[in-house]
């Protein structure tokens, strides 16, 4: 068989079908043979002799090229006879080996695909120098480091925003001893083992890694070091690292720390005084005054429909509106007329007026102690600036008398008679409307005008047959 029909055997018999012979080529040798038997029936010949037959018969079957079976190889079997005891140094490599494999296999076991793909992508980022990265690259770089829970535990959003942008990484090779004393550090490649550790009595503890009952390795995602000088974060806090392999670590600096914490701290002392000066009592206020109470503006957030104050009590805070706006409600007490003639007592809430953003309250109900005249209710999520009462109360006498002297209570000259005249204007509207809702759709519907309102429905969807012509009728 030739080396041509042996590779077409082993090709195609995987794709044969079970019960059917197949053949690979024609042999031309074997052919030319069996075209030269003598005997067989030719011009020459008018009848194939017995002996021609015969032979034709035995050679015929050499003309097709049939597939072989190839079994598969026997393998050697090699017996080492002789056991070799390895030495002590070779025994502790073989531990290390396997311990490195076990812990990268748990290493990357531990974080999911996609994570492993973002955590590509920010070390490619972070290998460039700050000015370097363009903006999306810094966006991306505050996404992915939002995800690792030892940085959400050590940071505001505002602070990571701050520090994406300007954040470093650092290689450092196997057997190098990572101080973190004067910084934040995350590893994003590779695994180290503690080396310093601050006790709960705020000493230093050397380790000692391979006598330890449950040895703890740090990680991709683990973190380690200190921000604050006074003290740690939390007890038990690794202070430096050994690292077992090439590591690439995220590094935040004490001195970078700090200046963007003075950053925001500037800027949200800007916001609370442009927020306190841009409401109406306050535009005339000295800058010192203002200051005092941008010192006690703390930010809060709530909810739609919140009841910030109650009608008859006096307020728990003074509220500067930032972004959102509440309704002012008063109470009037009514008489619904019920079944049989009978009359009822009714409490409704009226809306008096609206208080948008760079407005405030509560200030005079606690300065004064006088329960608020209405009620304030959030219509939309609102964050306000709010001092509490307690802090208010504390104010120097001065302020305070400046405060009597600019802020007004909110409806503080509201009479009876004007809630209960924009009550009826309310009620009147509100029958006006509804009365011209029923007349429009009386009026629309009385002929069946909108397809399945009305009296009569019309299918669209069903196709009308054409009529045809009228014949004549004799």
Known sequence: MSIRAAALSDRSQAALTPGIQYFFGIEYNNLEKLCNICGLQSRDNPHTTPEAHHEFLQTYQSVFIQPTNVLPKIPELIVNRYYKKPSIAESVSDIHAHRKKLLDRKAME?????????????????????????????????KILSLFPAVNSRFTDEELKQLSDQIMMESWVKGSTVYGDLAFYMILKGYARP???????????????????????????????????????????????????????????????EHVKKD?????????????????????????????????IKWKNFPENHVLVKEGEISSFAGY???GYCYIFKDIEILKKLSLGKMQSVVKHIIMGKLQEKESFG?????????????IISGTDVELGVISADDLQGLDPVNKILLQQTAQPILGNLTQEE????????????????????????????????PGIGKWKHDWNKKERPKGKATQSF
């Open 110 to 142: 531990d974080i999911p695909r996609h994570f492993q793909k973002k955590i590509k992508i920010l070390i490619k980022i972070l290998k460039k120098l700050p000015f370097h990265r363009s903006h999306s690259e810094r966006l991306k770089t505050y």
């Open 195 to 257: 080396h310093t550790m601050v006790s709960d009595k705020r000493k230093v503890e050397y380790l000692d890694f391979w006598f330890q009952s449950t040895p703890k390795v740090l990680t991709c995602g683990d973190s380690f070091g200190a921000l604050s000088t006074n003290s740690h974060q939390k007890s038990n806090n690794v202070l430096s690292v050994i690292t077992e392999e090439k590591c690439e670590i995220i590094k935040i600096s004490r001195g970078q720390y």
């Open 264 to 296: 925001l701290m500037l800027h949200d002392q800007s916001v609370k005084e442009e927020l306190i000066q841009a409401c109406p009592f306050y535009q005339q206020w000295p800058k010192l005054s203002v200051n005092k109470l941008v010192e006690l």
């Open 321 to 323: 509106i930032k972004t």
């Open 363 to 375: 200030e005079i109900s606690i300065i004064l102690k006088k329960p608020f005249t209405c009620s």
């Open 419 to 450: 809630v209960n005249n924009r009550y009826i204007s309310l009620e009147k509207k509100k029958e006006w409307q509804q009365f011209k809702e029923t007349v429009i759709n009386q009026t629309i519907s009385y002929k069946g005008i909108r």
